[in-house]
């Protein structure tokens, strides 16, 4: 693809023969091909959620969970073909869904596999886990294809978008994406514990930036009450490379208690929060190119 615009970077980088800001070039590039039980319960069954970790990122945050491969682009090259297979293997595995990791730079280059695999029998849902940074473009390519949606809310605040992400144009964005994902994806439906379609918006409540979590939890609730399932995070966990002071420590326990009240408070129903022993390394998954090179 000459001149790359998929993402609202528009890079214009000419992915057939150099790397754009999200680190991609036209070729599709994993870290990992497994079943994960550490997204939210609907989401993950007791089969387990058959996630695949994508290499890069477009939005680049300072605070990614994933640096490894948002920052450091670590991953294997694949053919539309192995992630054909990839899906089949996963749901033979037990996956309860397919879950698109960090995708978003991808879209036009994986599309052709996952119709393919609806066609040709897929049975389990496909789950585009998002940070939601996404032009309608690319996101209406995958009406049809995606039914659920596991999307963050990262920022309501601009300055806190630019800040951390060099993107003071993410809440605009973000939230007209979601928009389009809960026309697309419509009403939460979970069948037997498992989610077979809607949007589940997650929002990493971060040290330092609790006016902005407790900002983007009322905007969802406001504009969607319980037509989508809100995700309160707090499982934030330092990395080495963020340079604010801020970001440096964990979130406490009662800056976290204090953003669970509010959403209470609101009257949220549908929502989810976290244990927050889960804000530990341990839980980062390892990437090591699991299920990315088939066995023979
Ligand atoms: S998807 Fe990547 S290459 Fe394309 S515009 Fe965005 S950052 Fe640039």
Request: aromatic content about 8%.
């Amino acid at each position: 693809m000459s001149k790359c615009t998929i993402c609202p970077r528009q890079c214009g980088a000419d992915r057939e023969t150099e790397r754009g800001f999200c680190g991609a070039d036209n070729r599709i590039r994993i870290a990992r091909a497994a079943l994960h039980m550490w997204e939210e319960p609907p989401i993950c069954g007791t089969g387990g959620s058959g996630t695949i970790f994508f290499s890069g990122c477009s939005l680049g945050c300072e605070f990614c969970q994933n640096a490894l491969l948002s920052q450091q682009n670590y991953g294997t090259v694949i053919t539309a073909a192995r992630l054909y297979e990839i899906m089949f293997e996963l749901e033979s595995q037990g996956a309860v869904n397919i879950n698109l990791v960090t995708a978003d730079h991808y879209i036009p280059y994986i599309l052709p596999a996952l119709r393919s695999a609806k066609s040709d029998g897929l049975k389990i849902p496909i789950l585009l886990n998002t940070s939601s940074y996404l032009k309608l473009s690319a996101l209406e390519m995958l009406d049809g294809t995606v039914d659920i949606y596991l999307a963050d809310l990262k920022f309501t605040s601009r300055d806190a978008a630019m800040k951390y992400c060099s993107a003071p144009d993410y809440p605009e964005i973000a939230r007209r994406a979601i928009a389009h994902m809960t026309k697309a994806a419509g009403k939460p439906v979970i069948e037997n514990g498992i989610m077979k379609k809607g949007v589940i918006v997650r929002v990493l409540v971060l040290p330092g930036n609790i006016i902005d979590a407790k900002a983007s939890i009322r905007y969802l609730y406001e504009t969607y009450g319980d037509d989508i399932y809100i995700s309160i995070m707090g499982q934030y966990v330092p990395m080495p490379d963020c340079r604010h002071h801020e970001l440096q420590h964990k979130l406490s326990s009662k800056m976290y208690r204090s953003v669970i009240k509010y959403a209470c408070a609101l009257g949220i129903k549908n929502g989810f929060i976290q244990d927050q022993e889960s804000a530990d390394r341990a839980y980062i998954p390892q990437f090591d190119c699991q299920g990315v090179i088939k066995q023979c």
